[in-house]
């Protein structure tokens, strides 16, 4: 595979997709979902047509744009020599990836931070090893005794109790992911995880200013970014928008309140859609979007990240252009769903 407009070249396996054969050898592509679903590593074929795809979205790549040649590198195998054209690439990360492992893990810890997120915490079971990754990335989870596999972001940096891997998931009726955790998973227990994954990273710019917009269980990789950026003295002035339903879906209150002393430019604006009149709630309240909206008018210093449920991710998208954020500065990660209503 060549890859244009960057020159790289790279050998694809026809059993892998290109977008993980790419991951494996550090090349780090633009992706999302890796399930043919939101379109982030959709690219062009310049030469050579001879792909065959995985089950995909029509969403994502409808038939007109398959015939015209596009195609989504996360389900597309290739079965001779191609060129593609990538439509959404990175220079800054682009050859920066790190080798994608398998390892297995301890879960040693469990505990529901919410009615409906768990922060879970597990550990390699080989000590000699460690699971390099950048703040903001994720790994695969197996599900044992199906084939499939389910991703979650890391709120740990690498740093940061080595060894030991955190995250935070979203509990979702009927998901298979999220039935397993709920019912099956003990202390103890071995899982396998496969990462990292990702370009949801800290982009090196430090002239601009930083705006974090999350929501469920979007909190993990912009709590890995912000926990590296105490770690590395990093003083960008930065806000988080973090938007819940009512005041009993807000976690980690605590350590993002002590982060404002740590980061002395670090400002954690949380607000609510429907609070409760039982919260006691005096902070914002509305759609997080339309909070930003009402809070921030010129953000043309700014660089976004943004994580968390689809139409969030879709109005922050709509949004932030039009308070001045510059498109390749906009940098997310949005989760979509499967057939049986789980995570991704």
């Given amino acids: 595979m060549r890859f244009e407009p960057v020159g790289i070249e790279i050998e694809v396996d026809e059993d892998k997709t290109i977008l993980r054969a790419a991951a494996e050898q550090g090349i780090m592509l633009m992706h999302g979902c890796k399930e043919g679903q939101c379109a982030a590593c959709k690219s062009f074929l310049l030469d050579g047509d001879d792909v065959e795809h995985d089950r995909y979205s029509t969403f994502a790549l409808p038939d007109y744009e398959k015939e015209e040649g596009f195609t989504l590198l996360c389900r597309a195998h290739a079965y001779e020599d191609l060129t593609i054209e990538l439509l959404n690439y990175d220079e800054e990360m682009i050859k920066s990836g790190l080798p994608i492992q398998e390892a297995a893990v301890e879960v040693i810890s ?109 909190m993990a990789p912009i709590l890995s970014l912000l926990r590296s950026m105490a770690e590395r003295g990093i003083e960008r002035k930065a ?37 409760d009149e039982n919260d006691g709630w005096d902070g914002e309240t509305g759609l997080i979007t339309d909070v930003v909206r009402r809070l921030e008018n010129d953000l043309g210093r700014a660089d976004a990240y943004v994580c968390g449920p689809p139409p969030m991710v879709e109005a922050a998208l709509e949004l932030l252009p039009t308070l001045g954020v510059a498109d390749k500065r906009i940098f997310y990660d949005k989760f979509t769903t499967t057939g049986d209503a789980d995570e991704q």
């Fill in 239 to 275: 806000t988080f928008y973090y938007g819940a339903r009512r005041r009993k879906d807000l976690c980690f209150e605590k350590e993002l309140s002590a982060l404002a002393d740590i980061l002395p430019s670090f400002r954690y604006v949380p607000a609510l859609s429907e609070p």
């Fill in 110 to 218: 469990k505990e529901y931070v919410t009615h409906d997120l768990v922060h879970l915490v597990v550990k390699l079971l080989d000590p000699t090893s460690s699971l390099k990754f950048f703040p903001g990335q994720y790994v695969d989870f197996a599900v044992p005794d199906r084939q499939a596999t389910r991703s979650f972001s890391m709120a740990n940096t690498p740093g940061r109790n080595e060894g030991l891997l955190e995250f935070v998931i979203k509990i979702y009726p009927d998901g298979l992911f999220s039935t397993f955790l709920h019912e099956e998973v003990a202390i103890g227990d071995r899982l396998d995880i496969t990462g990292p994954f990702g370009v949801f990273t800290l982009r090196d710019a430090p002239q601009s200013d930083l705006l974090f917009l999350g929501g469920g269980a979007g």
